[in-house]
């Protein structure tokens, strides 16, 4: 820990500062808070429009909070869209909360970063803020800037040192602007009282111009503003970058040079309208997607536009936002895949060696078998800085899979999102698009999906043009789907353009000696992590579980194994641990190895064999009907007095068609 910090986290506890306090406790009585803000009204009349500028060219609008603080740690100002807790009457400094970034910075005279569980207090232990001080002409703080923000990335990840670096930058540098307005203000003061020489005014105009140019240059989005006419009167060295300019350019060059035909981007400035809209900027050949919020300048006096500010963010950015926001993460590689079978060690090998190709690659086997596993280890080969976006056909509902795939406009249909969304498939772009169960997906999507892998090419339901997508796709069924070619139940040129490459993956059951390995490695691993005496499979199990077929191959296992562990009452696991399905299912019943009489109940017999249809049908209740030579409504009805649990069963409304 700093030791600046870990100094005022012993000076909080001499305190007797309570670390699980309420923090939005108030401090200040209504007469005195306006008190406050009457006090510090010139610091905070000078400091509000610089942070709505500030606001509307940055991105306080993607989960900051930008707050104005006294130097006593009273809240004079609040902007950003994270979360808020009423700030009123708030005094937040090293007597009130213990160690907190505006106490720090205000002892240290220098900005100041905290990381989450570097507070005192536990509710702020989710967070990152960073603060600057706002100084004046002797020196005293007066004020201080914090920024803070939700602690969503790892700390041990390169982007995260990166955005600590990014926002304390942005922070100081507005902090920096503020200050020298105010100490201009003062100066003009000074100034008409004195006659001083206004070259001295000018001089902090060009400081307080460059503090913000230099505000600008730490934005990583293009910020370009151009005037009615669409003429680029200034850019910042992101904008300048993405658009290849040099700067003898600026003010003479215009941003229809860099629009497409069917560009809404001077219309809707000229209209004077607020808005953020996706548009394709084009660079000599090349044609990118961005992000454009376009703000527009309206002369307050007439009425008019006369300028507006474009903030460009590339797509992929935002995309990738949203795939770390969905759980789309790639985590095991082809070590982590475990297993000693001669032909399962085979199916490894093959991924591995079309791991490095580009082509499609088509993984079938049994449901359970691991095939996800595959898909993230080629994933991790092959494109491991990319997105790994995971999608399963049988999963989805019918009507919404078409738009989960390719993604919607605005308004397209009742209930879209305002702004659209993108569709899986863009989403993947950089990356691998993992679609399993491949053999559920609609024919009428299958022929939209064939079109998207050969034209490389997306369009969202609603749009007007194509988006390049670049991607690999790996897919996985548990159905034979050359026989349901045969059939005329799946699209025969689909089949052939995904099955480039094609791995078949065993059954648990064809794998031999790796059911023992799996099986003690999955009770190690549990009791590890359940913090208990790891078990011992008995003889008589691990000959039940040898012979047992494994319908639901790797992920039955080790569920089994689970249910063991936490059945068993000493460290042995026996036969009586094992679920009673396997039991049943197994070998023929020696009565010198049942312990436990209950089993040959009729009820119970009759427990297990509903388990084991519903197992058998994957929870399909009117197959699982259909296997027990029952009605659905019979079924329904002993789910309820064996209390079997039917909360994952499927029907009909929930299955696809």
């Known amino acids: 820990m700093n030791k600046e910090v870990s100094a005022s986290w012993l000076r909080s506890r001499e305190l007797g500062i309570n670390p699980y306090m309420e923090v939005s406790k108030s401090h200040l009585s209504s007469s005195q808070y306006q008190e406050t803000m009457d006090k510090n009204s010139l610091i905070i009349e000078i400091a509000k429009p610089m942070i709505d500028t500030f606001k509307e060219m940055t991105i306080l609008t993607s989960g900051y909070i930008l707050y104005l603080c006294d130097k006593n740690g009273a809240f004079l100002l609040q902007e950003g869209d994270m979360m808020r807790v009423p700030t009123e009457n708030l005094i937040w400094n090293e007597y009130t909360i213990g160690t907190n970034v505006h106490s720090l910075c205000v002892r240290l005279k220098r900005p100041v970063q905290l990381m989450g569980p570097e507070h005192y207090c536990v509710a702020l232990e989710n967070i990152m803020a960073s603060a600057a001080p706002i100084l004046d002409n002797s020196g005293e703080v007066i004020a201080t800037l914090i920024l803070s923000q939700p602690l969503i990335e790892r700390p041990w990840l390169e982007s995260f040192h990166n955005l600590r670096s990014h926002t304390l930058g942005l922070i100081t540098s507005l902090a920096t602007a503020v200050e020298l307005q105010i100490k201009l203000h003062i100066n003009n003061e000074e100034l008409n009282e004195s006659n001083v020489n206004l070259r001295i005014v000018n001089d902090k105009l060009i400081t307080t111009h460059g503090t913000l140019e230099t505000t600008f240059a730490f934005i990583d989005e293009g910020i370009i503003s151009i005037d009615r006419t669409g003429v680029i009167i200034h850019i910042n060295k992101e904008g300048t970058r993405m658009l290849k300019l040099i700067s003898d350019e600026i003010g003479t060059i215009n941003i229809k040079r860099f629009l497409c035909s069917h560009s809404r981007i001077m219309d809707l400035v000229i209209k004077g309208n607020n808005v953020d809209v996706e548009e394709s900027i084009c660079i000599a050949d090349d044609e990118q997607t961005y992000l454009v919020n376009i703000r527009p300048i309206v002369n307050l006096k007439t009425n008019q536009v006369v300028s507006a500010v ?283 190895e049942i312990t436990d009489n209950k089993m040959l109940r009729l009820e119970n017999l009759e427990k297990v064999a509903i388990e084991k249809s519903l197992l058998l049908a994957n929870n399909y209740l009117p197959v699982a009907a259909e296997i027990l030579g029952i009605s659905r409504s019979t079924l329904y009805r002993k789910l309820k007095d064996y209390n079997i649990d039917n909360t994952t069963a499927k029907t009909p409304s929930k299955m696809p068609k």
């Open 310 to 592: 474009l903030k460009l963010t590339q797509i992929e950015k935002i995309n990738a936002l949203a795939v770390n926001r969905s759980g789309s993460i790639a985590t095991y590689s082809f070590k982590d895949i475990l297993g000693e079978n001669k032909e399962f060690k085979k199916s490894i090998a093959i991924a591995e060696r079309f791991a490095s190709l580009p082509e499609n690659i088509l993984m079938i086997g049994e449901s359970g078998t691991g095939k996800e596993l595959f898909a993230q280890a080629i994933h991790n080969t092959y494109r491991p800085q990319g997105t790994f976006m995971a999608v399963n056909c049988a999963a989805m509902p019918r009507e919404l899979i078409e738009s989960e795939l390719f993604g919607y406009e605005g308004g397209s249909f009742t209930g879209a999102e305002r702004n659209g969304r993108p569709g899986k498939i863009e989403l993947a772009h950089g990356g691998t698009l993992f679609l399993d169960e491949i053999g559920d997906m609609p024919l009428e999507i299958q022929a939209v999906l064939l079109r998207t892998l050969e034209d490389r090419q997306v369009m969202r339901i609603g749009g007007r043009r194509y988006k390049k997508v670049d991607f690999r796709l790996v897919a996985a069924t548990n159905k034979d789907l050359y026989k349901m070619v045969k059939e005329n139940q799946y699209r025969e040129d689909l089949y052939f353009r995904m099955s480039v490459l094609t791995i078949n993956i065993p059954p648990l059951r064809k794998r031999g000696n790796d059911i023992e390995i799996l099986s003690k490695l999955f009770i190690e691993n549990y009791c590890k992590k359940q913090g208990r005496k790891i078990q011992q499979i008995s003889p008589a199990v691990q000959k039940i579980i040898n012979e047992y077929e494994w319908p639901g191959n790797v992920r039955q296992l080790e569920n089994a194994m689970i249910y063991a562990v936490n059945t068993a009452q000493d460290n042995l696991i026996k036969p009586e641990n094992l679920p009673n399905y396997i039991l049943l299912d197994s070998s023929p019943i020696k009565f010198n």
